[in-house]
Each structure stands twice: as structure tokens, then as C-alpha cells.
């Protein structure tokens, strides 16, 4: 389940090192983690250990940050989404002070808040006001300078709310799956016949495939006990066995009653008879 | 700075020598200021005078010493010369601390450079007596900034003579100093850091300081110390080959020559633990779990034998998992070393670190509820009990949900995280950028932002992320209530119920079948790295809605018994003996061999096991029998 998070299966051996070793660390390296990261945007890959790897390069060297990177690893992280990879994103932005030394204006915290919010929609499944704010005038330049960059991001956005659908529901309103997706008519069509889902026209009621979470059933669950919760009690139970058969053979029935079994260090009250 | 931060790539997992030497030798370049102190340099004229006014003011600081602690400090240095572990252990871990509720619980303990003639100069000892006496300093004293930069060098000059000596070096160190160091030296980075950080507090002397400071401190160098004594001691290819069962002389092979020695192998574990801890306090939970990939977790590791240590790592294992949202391994983790707090406290009582240990569980008693609010698990009844008891008001405002569950989280969270770090110091060497910082020029910059310091503060970051999962979450024990009384509901009717837009909640229960699902680490499993996982369902509760219709199901858990019964046997089993450890009355003299004493006695044998078994046992058997 999470091994293709941890290492995603289009990863190079050359970002394997880097995320694994201590070339992490590397400052020289950031830029072969940056071109992974645009290669990531061009090609619809997601890899979150590796942009994890170029905002820890940034958290400790800040005349390496590049804020056009940070929002472009944001938008990847927030489409991961319910995983928490934009949280673990932003927990490594520091706070800097100034950024005298950009040519231009920092365009990241300006942009922080919408990016916080958009990703807030998303994890809480307001699916229609998301795009309601997506698509409106303010965020024009989001739009324009970062997500048209990023190839396939309204799909992924829709990927979050299939993968939200598909868990709660057997069936849904064509309107109601149209207003998460942000599709409409034909468009709308197309997508839910490549998702496989079927349609049926009359009722506009798509149907949603069995999947393991839309699958509900009442179930008792019962305790299972495993070997080593009893550990304490069959080896005292082994020990008492031993003891019988050391010592009072001739009361097996009761040993547990036989107080005269040797303790080291004690002497048992009468000599034994001698057999 | 730059050629600093050369040393820390250029080794690799699998490092030659060489490479490995350069290590730490380019790092700690700040060797000059130590060895004057002690080492009297070849005076000039003009110093002569200044000298011997320190030399006179020095004996006259040695005659203020107590002789019980010259006698303590030579035998101590005699403990280390010898490498006699049990003397030194005795030294440090109660010689020290007697001395210092004596004669140093409010001041310094006597610096290295006036006990130096006790132990006849040996820098090692003075090292490792430096250790001691800034670690004093911090937790019982305020440290100023000489004392925070001397204990870097300090730092610095102890994992210099361990790491670049010609081979590995022969001295040998209890366990738990060892993990001390560790601790130490992290908890100081951390502490310094957050000073570093309260930039209108500064006088111009330290600003200066600060801001000439350099690597001091800093968040490479400190990351440079605990991979190149990870990766001297090659400490992770040991676990995985001791994994693997390999002979004592594979072992040894694979290890190396530092390797073998223990004082290497047990700082190379505990820094993988420093690792994990450094890196939540930077905020990186990925990574902080990713260092521990080799180490398994369970309390048959012989590492776990240091408890501090063995405490720490559940602590910030635990902590990382509640920022991944992975709140049943978060559970788990805490319920298992919570556990083990209980059955170990017998021992520790008396145990020096037995305060920081307590403080710790307590925090994560803390976590625990946090958790249990956000996933609620019946994993262990006995834990919940008492976080119910410790943070039981929270905890009922936490389960209740909804808005005003926020101070509560918000409560527990801060109480309970670590103290989080910021990596870079303020720009102490730019006074213009210093200046703006103390004194924004405008509000109108950050008008969202209602103060600068909780801004700048990184654990408010953190606070912020947590509290914008939990609210998310917030809506759902109001949800879950309401689903509980019904098998089927229209949507339409629950929201009449809710007062709220019905898709407005159909969105929010997307969001309840969301959080109900968690990825966990698959149970009974060992092994594996702390990342790894599968989705997991955490709720008793689930449902499906099928257009307009929701349709519940509750699985319920059956009753437990098991847990009873074995409490149970077990106690009875300990009755059992500690009533054979008795000592038996002793039977009159002339009575003894008689057998009819006991015939009647033990017709009720079975309920008085403290009937003594006579000589005549065949009889008083007998009646047993028939009885």
C-alpha cells in the first residue's frame, strides 16, 4: 500500500540515493532534485519523498529557495490528498525573514493562504466549492503562471474525489458526481464510462462497482488470543508439571496442593521416605 | 560554512576510511580556544603578569574545593584510566549526582582548568569532566553565551577525539553515559536554538557573537556528528546482519574495527535515536522515520536496555505518526512503552533520569488522548483508563467533537510535542534585516498575521497543520451519533436532523468515510520499515450511501475474556507461590510422625493448602482422596 509512496516505481536509482543517503544534503544536488520535480509536473508522476528532499535543502540553506519550486511542490502535495504529504510540506517551510537577495518579488506568501485553503477543501471533500474558488477570478494567476504548468492537475483534482466517491457510495446522482468533478454533459459521460463506472440514463444514477470500503457489513469481532499472552501462565503451568514429577510422584492428583516441593534454600519439613 | 558542509556528503553508507576521516577533522576547526585554557601557552613578557594572577586566583579556586570531591574527582579519573565500567558507573551515576545536591546544587561545579592538576592534565578526562560540567550548567543553572558556545567545543572536541583518533580509541563508558551524550548534545542544539531564535532579547555582545558564531551550533554540524558516528560504527549494517543471525565473527567482520568496540556500536544506535529526534524537531516526520528503516522496534533489542533511550524512541516514533495522521500506530506505539513505563517503574524509582521519564509518559499519556479522540481504539483498556484519568475533562471535550473540542487539542498538543526547532539562526550578521526583523516597518505586510513571534514560531506551525486536521474531523462524533440510532436514513432527513445543507453533509460524510480509514502498520509485524503500512478501517461504525439513502452497519466486539482470565491465573499462580514460599508452621516435636494429626486437617486439604504434609502424607492423601 505505501511502498509506492515511499518509492514510487518511476523513481531513478540517481533520486533513490539521493532521498536514501546523506547526498540529501548536498546542496549541489538540488538542482537535479528540482529538474526531477519538473520532470514530475511535464509527465503526471508523484514522487513526495524526493520534493520532501528539495524543501529540506531549502529549510537549510536558504539562499537556495526557489518559491516558484515550493508552490509547484504545494499543488503536486495537495492532490495527494487524503495522504497528508501537503502538511509534511509545509511543516519543513521555515519561516525566513526577508528575501532581499530574489530578483523579484517572493510570489510564495502571497499565495500560501489560497494554497492552504484550496487544500483544506479538498481534504474536507467540499469538492463543488473547490472549484467554485479554483476557477474564480482571484486566483487568475494561480491558474495561469502554476497549474496550466502542471500537465493533468484538474484530473488529479478529480482523481481525489473519485477516490472519495468510490469509498462512500454504491450509487450517486449523475448532478451530484458532475458537481465533484466539475463535468458536465458529454464530458461528464466520457469521464464516468473510462472510470468504468456505468450510467444509466433514465434515472441520470451512476452505479458504483463493489470496492472493499463501499461494501458494508455488520460484523461481531471476536478476541483472538496469541501464544505469547499466555506465555506467563503455560510456563508456570510447565514448571508445576516438572516439580510433580521431581518430587511427589506419589500425589500427582493434588500436586498443586503440595506445599512440600523444594524451594531452593528450604528445607522440606521431614525427610523424605526413601524409596 | 561552505567547506564545512563538504565533510557531510563526501561519506557514503558504505565509506572508505579515508573518506570518512575527513569527516569531522574540516568541521570542527574551533580547536585553539580549548587548548589554551588549559595548556599554558610560552608566556611573553607582558602576559607573565596575567598568568600568574590566574594561576593564583586558580589554587586559590582549588583550595575552595571540598577534599571529598578532589577524592571523588581523582578516584572517578582513576575509574576511567582502568576502564572499570563498574566504578565509573558508580561515579556517574551516583557519585556525581551526591556531590552535586551537596555542594553544587546552585552554582557551577569547579571548571576543568582548576581540578586539571587532580587528574594530571588528561585531556580525556577534562573532556569528558566538561561534559559534566556544562551539562550541570544547563539543567541546574542558566547558561550564558560562553557557556553555550564552550559546550559545543566541547561537544566537539569529545566526538573529534572519538571519530579522528588513530583507530578506534580504547575508552570505555557506561551505557547510559553514552546515551547521555547523545541526549545531551541534542537537547543543547535544541535549546540553543530556541534562544537563538528571541531576537530582542539579545545584548550587542551577543548579537555579535551570534552573528560571528558560525557553525556553532549549527543544524549541519550537528546532522555531521550523528551520521559519521552512525557510519563508523556502521551501527545499521550490525542490526541488519544480527537480524540476519550471523555469527559473532561475521559480526565482527561486517562491523569493523569500531564497530566491535560497544562504546562505538551503542553511540552509532543512539544517534540513529538522536537522528529520529532531530529531525521530528526540524519538522520532518518522513524522515525521522525513515533513519529508523533497520531499527526494529520491540523491548527484546539489547538497546533497550539504556530506558531513557528506549523511552525517547517510542516518544518521537509515536509523535510522527500522529503528524502523518497514522493515529492506530500512534496508539499502539504509546500503549506498548506506556506499558512498559508501568512494569518498569519498580526499578526506576530511585533511577536519576526517573523525573524526565515520568514527565515523558505523562506527555504521552497526553498524546494518547489526542489519538484516541481522533481514532478511538479499544487496544488497551488499562492505558485509557488512565489518560482518562489524567486528561479526562480534554478528553470529553475532545470525543464530543466539534468546535469547542479545538482548545483541547490545542491544549494537549502543546503541552506534549517537542520543542520544535528552527534550522536557521535570524540574520544576526545583517543588522538592516536584524533591525526589520525587531521592528516590522509596516503591519501592512502581514496583515493575516496577528503577532510576529507565534508566526516565526515554528512549533505554531506545526500547532496550525494539527489543528486544521482536527477540525476538519470535527463534524464527526455529531455525525457518528446520529447514525448510531438507525440502520438506514435518508440524507435528506439526517440533515433535517443536523440542521444543515443535505449536500453540504453528504460532502461531510465523504469526509467521516475518509478519516474512518487510516494506513497502519500491519499488526504482529516486527519488522519492515516504520513507514510502511496498509489502509486499515479504525471505525466500529461504517456505511455506505447508496444515491439518497445512507445505509449503516456497526460491527460490535465481542466480549473479552481472555484478558480476565489471564490477569486472573496469573494472580492466582502468584498467590500460589508466594503462600509455598511461606515458611511452614512448624509441628509440635513429638507430634510430627503421627499421621492422624493431619487425617482430619486435611479433609478439607483442598481449601487449606497451608496444612502441613506430614510424615504420614500416604494417609492424610487418603482422606484427601475420599474427601
Known amino acids: ?275 | 560554512m561552505a567547506q564545512q558542509r563538504m565533510a557531510l556528503w563526501a561519506a557514503e553508507a558504505d565509506i572508505d576510511e579515508d573518506v570518512d576521516l575527513s569527516l569531522a577533522i574540516g568541521d570542527y576547526g574551533q580547536n585553539g580556544q580549548y587548548e589554551d585554557a588549559h595548556i599554558q601557552p610560552p608566556q611573553i613578557d607582558e602576559a607573565t603578569l596575567i598568568a600568574m594572577q590566574q594561576h593564583m586566583a586558580q589554587q586559590a579556586a582549588f583550595s575552595q574545593i571540598p577534599d571529598v570531591v578532589k577524592g571523588f574527582i581523582v578516584h572517578f579519573h582513576q575509574a576511567v584510566l582502568d576502564n572499570n565500567l563498574a566504578e565509573i558507573t558508580v561515579a556517574y551515576e551516583s557519585g556525581w549526582n551526591k556531590y552535586t545536591e551537596k555542594f553544587y546544587s546552585r552554582t557551577e561545579w569547579p571548571e576543568a582548568e582548576i581540578i586539571a592538576p587532580l587528574v594530571n592534565d588528561d585531556p580525556i578526562f577534562l573532556i569528558l569532566y566538561r561534559e559534566l560540567y556544562y551539562r550541570h550548567v544547563y539543567s541546574r543553572l542558566q547558561p550564558n553565551i560562553d557557556d553555550r558556545f564552550h559546550s559545543y567545543e566541547n561537544s566537539c572536541e569529545l566526538f573529534n577525539y572519538l571519530l579522528n583518533s588513530d583507530g578506534p580509541v580504547q575508552l570505555e563508558l557506561p551505557e547510559q553515559w553514552l546515551w547521555d551524550i547523545i541526549d545531551e548534545f541534542i537537547y543543547q542544539f535544541q535549546v540553543f536554538c530556541t534562544w537563538r531564535s528571541k531576537v530582542k532579547s539579545k545584548t550587542d555582545d551577543e548579537v555579535a557573537m551570534l552573528a560571528e558564531g558560525g557553525p556553532v551550533w549549527s543544524s549541519y554540524s550537528v546532522l555531521n556528528v550523528l551520521y559519521s558516528l552512525i557510519q563508523k560504527s556502521r551501527i545499521n549494517d550490525y542490526i541488519v546482519a544480527q537480524q540476519e543471525g550471523k555469527s559473532p565473527e561475521q559480526l565482527a567482520e561486517i562491523v569493523g574495527e569500531y564497530g566491535q568496540r560497544p562504546l562505538y556500536r551503542m553511540l552509532g544506535y543512539f544517534s540513529i535515536i538522536g537522528l529520529l529526534r532531530v529531525h521530528v524537531l526540524l519538522g520532518d516526520f518522513t524522515l525521522a522515520l525513515k533513519v529508523m528503516d533497520n531499527v526494529e522496534l520491540n523491548q527484546k533489542s539489547p538497546f533497550t536496555r539504556v530506558t531513557a533511550c528506549h523511552v525517547t524512541t517510542y516518544y518521537y516514533v509515536g509523535f510522527c505518526y500522529l503528524m502523518l495522521r497514522r493515529y492506530p500506530d500512534a496508539i499502539r506505539t504509546f500503549v506498548t512503552v506506556l506499558n512498559f513505563i508501568m512494569r518498569m517503574r519498580q526499578y526506576h524509582t530511585r533511577s536519576y533520569q526517573y523525573d524526565q521519564i515520568s514527565k515523558t509518559a505523562d506527555r504521552m499519556y497526553a498524546l494518547f488522548a489526542v489519538c484516541n479522540a481522533l481514532s478511538p481504539s479499544r487496544l488497551d483498556d488499562n492505558i485509557t483508563n488512565i489518560s482518562k484519568e489524567r486528561y479526562g475533562e480534554q478528553f470529553a471535550k475532545m470525543a464530543r467533537g466539534g468546535e469547542e473540542s479545538l482548545p483541547a487539542f490545542e491544549e494537549l498538543f502543546l503541552y506534549a510535542c517537542p520543542k520544535f526547532i528552527t534550522a536557521n539562526p535570524p540574520p544576526y550578521d545583517d543588522p538592516v534585516a536584524l533591525e526589520a526583523l525587531i521592528s516590522p516597518p509596516s503591519p501592512v505586510e502581514s496583515p493575516t498575521q496577528s503577532s510576529p513571534s507565534s508566526s516565526t514560531d515554528p512549533t505554531h506551525r506545526h500547532l496550525s497543520l494539527f489543528l486544521a486536521d482536527v477540525a476538519a474531523q470535527a463534524p464527526v462524533p455529531t455525525l457518528r451519533s446520529f447514525l448510531k440510532l438507525y440502520t438506514s436514513l435518508g440524507a435528506k432527513k439526517l440533515a433535517n436532523f443536523l440542521d444543515a445543507d443535505e449536500e453540504e453533509m453528504v460532502q461531510e460524510m465523504m469526509m467521516m468515510k475518509q478519516v474512518s480509514k487510516s494506513i497502519s502498520r500491519i499488526p504482529g509485524t516486527d519488522k519492515g520499515s516504520l513507514l510502511d503500512g496498509q489502509m486499515i478501517t479504525t471505525s466500529d461504525l461504517n456505511f455506505v450511501i447508496d444515491e439518497n439513502m445512507v445505509h449503516i452497519a456497526e460491527s460490535t466486539v465481542g466480549r473479552r475474556y481472555a484478558g480476565w482470565f489471564i490477569k486472573n491465573t496469573e494472580r492466582t499462580q502468584r498467590i500460589f507461590d508466594d503462600l509455598k514460599h511461606m515458611p511452614l508452621p512448624q509441628p509440635p516435636k513429638n507430634a510430627a510422625p503421627t499421621p492422624t494429626i493431619t487425617g482430619p486437617s486435611s479433609t478439607g486439604g483442598d481449601t487449606q493448602p497451608r496444612a502441613p504434609r506430614t510424615g504420614g502424607q500416604k494417609v492424610a492423601w487418603g482422606g484427601a482422596r475420599v474427601a
Not at chain 1, 543517503?21 to 508523484?46: A, F, K, M, W
Open chain 1, 1 to 275: 500500500m505505501t511502498s509506492a509512496w515511499i518509492s514510487p516505481p518511476t523513481r531513478t536509482e540517481l533520486i533513490e540515493d539521493l532521498v536514501s543517503g546523506v547526498d540529501r544534503y548536498n546542496p549541489s544536488n538540488v538542482s537535479i532534485l528540482e529538474d526531477y520535480l519538473y520532470h514530475q509536473i511535464r509527465s503526471e508522476e508523484y514522487d513526495c519523498l524526493a520534493n520532501l528532499a528539495i524543501l529540506k535543502l531549502y529549510q537549510f540553506n536558504p539562499d537556495l529557495y526557489n518559491p516558484d519550486v515550493v508552490v509547484n511542490i504545494l499543488i503536486k502535495a495537495m492532490t495527494a490528498s487524503p495522504l497528508p504529504d501537503f502538511n509534511l510540506c509545509i511543516s519543513l517551510l521555515d519561516e525566513r525573514p526577508s528575501n532581499a537577495n530574489l530578483d523579484e518579488p517572493d510570489p510564495l506568501p502571497a499565495l500560501l493562504p489560497t494554497l492552504k485553503d484550496l487544500h483544506s477543501l479538498l481534504y474536507r471533500c467540499r469538492f463543488p466549492a473547490f472549484w467554485q474558488i479554483y476557477r474564480s477570478e482571484d486566483l487568475e494567476s494561480l491558474r495561469d503562471n502554476y497549474t496550466v504548468e502542471c500537465v493533468g492537475f484538474e484530473n488529479s483534482v478529480r482523481e481525489v474525489a473519485v477516490r472519495a466517491v468510490k469509498a462512500a457510495f454504491t450509487r450517486i446522482s449523475t448532478e451530484r458526481l458532475g458537481s465533484y468533478l466539475n463535468l458536465t454533459g458529454p464530458a461528464l459521460d466520457a469521464y464516468i464510462q473510462k472510470l468504468g463506472w456505468t450510467a444509466d440514463a433514465a434515472s441520470s444514477v451512476v452505479s458504483i462497482p463493489p470496492n472493499p470500503d463501499n461494501q458494508i457489513e455488520a460484523t461481531v469481532v471476536q478476541e483472538s488470543i496469541s501464544l505469547p499472552q499466555l506465555t506467563k501462565v503455560i510456563s508456570h503451568a510447565a514448571l508445576k508439571v516438572y516439580d510433580i514429577f521431581q518430587i511427589s510422584r506419589p500425589s500427582f492428583d493434588y500436586g498443586d496442593l503440595d506445599i512440600t516441593s523444594t524451594q531452593p534454600g528450604k528445607q522440606p519439613p521431614f525427610p523424605k521416605e526413601p524409596s
